[in-house]
């Protein structure tokens, strides 16, 4: 059997697309990129287009230690995911507990903390009162829906990187 018909074959039964050599561009410089795009939450698919490696992250994105890039006003805006991974997701604003919030009160009345697995996206941190599901502290949001401590802008005002680039963990 000839080594392109195999390929055909797996990717036809494992609906993986194949793709032509020349679907892989070389993407644009990332300011540039972010200017053009200004409020793109999840940019990688568009950046790289579909020959994109899952985990690829631009040079000056990885070299400022960050794990996650966005584009928010125009400016390229980095994070660094954290221990949890949930540093970087765009939040869930909500000041109502969700069903898994509430469902933990209800199973473990009194708790002092539910557990950031079961709060996930929650911009708030919760305890159980009783059976009631109350808020602790809820952590500011940027325009967009993610923590404003944890993204910080990739340049600075002259356009170079930004090599004191702090942002912090997540505050939950």
Known sequence: MNAMYFAL???AATNIPLLP????????PIAA???ANPNLDFP???YYGP?????????EVASVGATHWRCMNGKVYVCA?????????????????SKDISEACADDP?????????IGNSSSTWRCRGTTAE????VPLDSRGFMQQTWAPLFDARGTINAAIAPEADPR
């Open 9 to 11: 074959m797996f990717a």
């Open 21 to 28: 050599s020349s679907a892989t561009t070389a993407p644009q």
């Open 33 to 35: 990129f972010c200017s």
């Open 44 to 46: 990688d698919p568009v």
């Open 51 to 59: 020959g994109r490696r899952h985990g690829a992250l631009p040079a």
């Open 81 to 97: 995911g954290g221990a949890s991974g949930s540093a970087c997701q765009k939040m869930d604003p909500s000041r109502q507990p």
């Open 110 to 118: 009194g708790q002092d903390f539910v557990a950031t697995a079961v």
């Open 135 to 138: 808020i602790i502290a809820t």
